[in-house]
Nanobody
């Protein structure tokens, strides 16, 4: 069964850090770019970051540049999102999704169920 499972979401104070994980089962992530999205209550889903598999290049939304880092560990079939200096506006459900190719082109096949990140004092 093909599955993506996110984990690592939590309640954290402003300025804190979290690392989200996106673990794949039933297929290998080696050949696919992977993206992170988030959706806050009452807001549209927003693309946060994407990492290719062809050259490992990454892209970020302006709102998270310099604070978030995406990485992948193909041996563990997992993609991570390291989030530092978290702000209340980062509060959202975070999802990962696999691209249809090794590049970040915006065509997604599989999605995880999401993990809640809440930034509050």
């Amino acid at each position: 069964q093909i599955q993506l499972v996110e984990s690592g979401g939590d309640l954290v104070q402003p300025g804190g850090s979290l690392r989200l994980s996106c673990a794949a089962s039933g297929f290998t992530l080696d050949y696919f770019a992977v993206a992170w999205f988030r959706q806050a209550p009452g807001k549209e889903r927003e693309g946060v970051s994407c990492i290719s598999t062809s050259d490992g290049s990454a892209s970020y939304a302006d709102s998270v540049k310099g604070r978030f880092t995406i990485s992948r560990d193909n041996a563990k079939n997992t993609v991570y999102l390291q989030m530092n200096n978290l702000k209340p506006e980062d509060t959202a459900v975070y999802y990962c999704a696999t691209e249809r190719s090794s590049f970040c082109v915006g065509l997604y096949d599989y999605w995880g169920q999401g993990t809640q990140v809440t930034v509050s004092s």
